[in-house]
């Protein structure tokens, strides 16, 4: 038994053009910045003392987003992280087997669904509790090596021989109350289901995780189903009292921008290295006052040189904040390659703080920011170089406050 003590979600502001309810994630965003998203809706804290992605979408397959992970999430570097390969049946198995201090993030960036869900594992709250499992093989799907895809093409197939044969050796009752189900649609089911399933057919960790955190949030206990082709996770949900956090802003649609074509910045895996740290850890460096040295909190973090010509190194980390209001901000149309355009550009005072930061502005069309509007720090991703994604943070306004032009930001 496994008992869920926070949890939180994660969609993108974009909707999709043919597809109704569904997200795309923009330009700037993949599965990482979505599982980081997600994962700070359920743990704002930062308490987790281990993390576990599930995805079929991350972006670095060979190692590396492990790092990008805990930096955004707050979390220190010497904290476990755990990248799982699979889909609904596999983010369902990793909650059922994750100890207290666990913090379990599913999340798709594909063709079909974009978003994330996040659960931390503790003592208290909603419990979830393995009825059934079936792992068979029927690759309908099949994505090589090179990243391409083929399709069998024969939904029935899928839906007979998969999903409805395996669901059979599950043994479930035909009583059986289903109230979260991803994988597939809830009148295929051989079974009852209660009167609010939360139900995707999208077969995805991701959607596991957002219909299995709707039903926590509804209250509700019965069966939650993670299927997957023909693979099938039973669980048993048990109502507690879990506070559900969401990050899922009202969906608008995708703004046209332009990708210039072009050689664009080489990106040096040197000095990647050497300014990770102080590009991905939201944190300043606090020096103690002497001649030529203040005590300002110093952002990007950096060494400083005393009066006398001193190297200054000994100083404190200290958290910044991730809100703040728009100091100033221009709007850049000029093509450039590896970025979109165009874009906006800002320069945010932080609240409660001195700092001021330049950022990339995310999550709105160009142009559209004001002065003194409010809103948030968030991991994006800022370009990709060489094939190789560059993370950072950028400023996402707040769509719902309107912006106070008496506000004080000097």
């Known amino acids: 038994m496994t008992a869920v003590c926070s949890a939180g979600t994660y969609l993108p502001p974009w909707k999709r053009r043919d597809v109704e309810d569904a997200r795309v994630g923009g330009p700037d965003e993949d599965a990482l910045t979505m599982a980081v998203a997600a994962g700070r809706s359920a743990d704002p804290g930062a308490t987790a ?3 576990v992605v599930v995805s079929r979408d991350l972006p670095l397959l060979e190692g590396g987003n492990g790092a990008v992970l805990l930096a955004g999430l707050s979390l220190a570097a ?3 992280v755990t990248e799982v390969l699979g889909g609904a049946p596999s983010a369902l198995d990793e909650i059922l087997t994750a100890v207290p201090g666990t ?21 208290r709250g909603a419990t979830v509790t393995l009825t059934a499992r079936q792992n068979r093989s029927l690759p309908v799907v099949v994505r090589r090596q090179d990243g391409t895809r083929h399709d069998y093409g024969d939904p029935r197939l899928q839906r007979e021989v998969g999903a409805r044969a395996t669901l059979a050796r599950l043994g479930l009752p035909a009583s059986t109350e289903v109230v979260a189900l991803a994988g597939l649609a809830a009148t295929q089911l051989p079974c009852d289901t209660a009167s609010g399933i939360v139900a995707s057919p999208i077969a995805a960790a991701g959607s596991l995780m957002r219909v299995l955190i709707a039903a926590i949030e509804h209250g509700g206990s019965g069966t939650v189903l993670g299927v997957e082709q023909s693979s099938v996770t039973a669980a048993y949900l048990s109502a507690g009292r879990t506070p559900v956090h969401r990050d899922e802003p009202r969906p608008r649609a995708l703004p046209t921008v332009t990708s210039t074509k072009g050689a664009g910045i080489p990106i040096s895996l040197a000095a990647y290295a050497r300014a990770f740290d102080a590009k991905l850890r939201w944190e300043a460096v606090i020096f103690d006052k002497r001649p030529g040295i203040d005590s300002e909190p110093q952002f990007p973090p950096r060494l400083r040189v005393s009066s006398n010509g001193e190297l200054v190194t000994g100083c404190r980390v200290q958290p910044l904040p991730r809100t703040g209001v728009v100091y100033t901000h221009t709007t850049i149309s000029l093509p450039v390659p590896d970025l979109y355009s165009p874009y906006s550009l800002a320069v945010v005072q932080l609240d409660d703080s001195p700092v001021r930061v330049l950022l990339k502005v995310t999550g709105v069309a160009a142009g559209e920011l004001k002065i003194g509007q409010p809103g948030s720090i968030v991991l994006r991703r800022i370009a990709t170089r060489n094939g190789v994604p560059d993370y950072g943070h950028a ?13 004080n930001i000097a």
């Open 49 to 51: 003392q281990r993390v």
């Open 78 to 80: 010497d904290i476990a």
């Open 103 to 123: 913090l379990v993030i599913g999340v798709d960036d594909n063709a079909s669904s974009a978003g994330a869900g996040a659960t931390l594992i503790g003592d």
């Open 395 to 407: 400023f996402l306004p707040s769509p719902s406050v309107a912006p106070d032009e008496n506000r």
